[in-house]
């Protein structure tokens, strides 16, 4: 196994505390998750409580006052394989910096002591029935109405759809400016704004994903973050930290999916002796070994360039890329080696295959990854000879 050097003993120390959490306050409830088709609220305050939420925040707000990615990864890697109903990724690296890197210091005021403790749950509303990746096909819009704007629109696939306290929507501010987006905070309680159902899916069945309708909601002109017109260019900003972050989890899940298999290997017996003994087996699991460590030191290389402010939007694109289509492969070939056990929702193998397809899907499809790294080589088929 890969011997990673990104991790200094301070980090080791948190690792520790929060394995500790996640085996007394997040694991033995994800049955009850999984049923209830999300996480409790009580949870979120556990982890506000433990320090876990948003720690970037400065310390007037209960944050921590540090901004190290690596503290995200460790929460990322030790809850997200085993509990990914709760999206603490979702909540501090996706939602969470709009706040910190671009909201105004009255919103902080307002919101942040929320969003550390747990009490103000987090989401982000970009998605539509109509716009996935392309976010200039957005069609929700918002109306300047002097002292305030008006949202209408509907979206979809939102993650901590029911939860949410506080979502960040992207809305059309210009029909005649196709980039002209903004960013408005929207609280649960605004008028207008509804729920829809909480939509069946094939994995991440304890994480809440919701449809969400905006109905003439009045949103204060004080909670628009930034420019008006300019949520475009902070979206971009936001998600090569978005997708270096989903790229930490799926190679945790690729992990976890080979853990898990090599104890079943070498317990399970055919024909007279461990099916780890046999040759497709022990090749199978060294193929696997292999990229994995390949795929995770890349992305630590990627994780740690974002340390130091210098990841690119290709290499995050490479990162997501690389490691969403390792965390299938290995998940799909570990349950092949589980056999008909693989195929029943007991076997944890079973639900992190089901939770790995939509990782080539969120936060921009394997597709479109391939797009900006094509672009960033130059290939642009928008460019004429």
């Known amino acids: 196994m890969l011997r990673r050097r990104i991790y200094e003993p301070e980090h080791e120390m948190f690792r520790d505390s929060v394995r500790k959490w996640a085996e007394a306050e997040v694991f033995p409830h994800s049955e009850k998750w999984r049923e209830d088709g999300m996480v409790s609220r009580e949870v979120w305050r556990s982890a506000g409580a433990n320090g876990f939420l948003c720690m970037y925040a400065d310390e007037k707000y209960g944050g921590a006052g ?8 460790i929460l990322t890697e030790e809850v997200g394989p085993r509990e990914p109903g709760l999206f603490i990724p979702l909540h501090n690296r996706i939602v969470g910096p709009y706040l910190q890197r671009f909201g105004t210091e009255d919103q902080r005021d307002r919101y942040m002591p929320g969003v550390v403790s747990g009490e103000t749950i987090l989401a982000i509303a970009m998605t539509e029935p109509g716009a996935g990746s392309d976010l200039a096909g957005i069609r929700t819009r918002a109306e300047d109405r002097g002292d305030h704007w008006v949202l209408n629109g509907a979206k979809t696939y939102i993650s901590n759809g029911h939860l949410a306290d506080l979502i960040v929507v992207a809305a059309r501010t210009d029909p005649a400016r196709p980039h002209a987006i903004g960013l408005f905070l929207v609280e649960s309680g605004y008028p207008g704004f509804r729920r829809g159902r909480r939509l069946r899916k094939l994995g991440l069945r304890s994480q809440d994903t919701a449809e969400l309708f905006f109905d003439d909601v009045k949103v204060p002109k004080e909670n628009v973050i930034g420019d008006p017109a300019g949520g475009f260019k902070l979206m971009m900003t936001n998600l090569a930290e978005e997708r270096i ?7 945790a899940k690729a992990q976890r999916a080979f853990d898990i298999t090599l104890d079943w290997v070498q317990e399970r017996r055919a024909f007279g002796k461990p099916i780890g003994a046999f040759q497709n087996t022990r090749f199978k699991m060294a193929e696997m070994r292999t990229r994995i460590d390949a795929a995770q030191a890349f992305v630590d290389h990627c994780a740690m360039e974002h340390v130091a402010g210098r990841l ?8 997501k890329l690389l490691s969403s289509e390792v965390e299938c492969d290995v998940a799909d070939e570990c349950l092949q080696l589980h056999g008909g056990a693989g195929y029943m929702e007991e076997y ?3 639900r992190i295959y089901a939770d790995a397809r939509v990782s080539r899907i969120y936060a921009g499809t394997s597709e479109i990854m391939k797009e900006i790294i094509a672009r960033g080589l130059g290939l642009d088929e928008r460019r004429r000879n």
Not at 66 to 73: H, I, Q, S, T
Not at 245 to 251: E, K, L
Not at 313 to 318: C, V
């Open 348 to 350: 944890e193998i079973c």
């Open 312 to 319: 690119t939007a290709e290499q995050a694109a490479q990162a």
């Open 245 to 251: 972050t989903g790229a930490v989890g799926y190679m």
């Open 66 to 73: 540090v901004d190290d990615f690596r503290y995200d990864m």
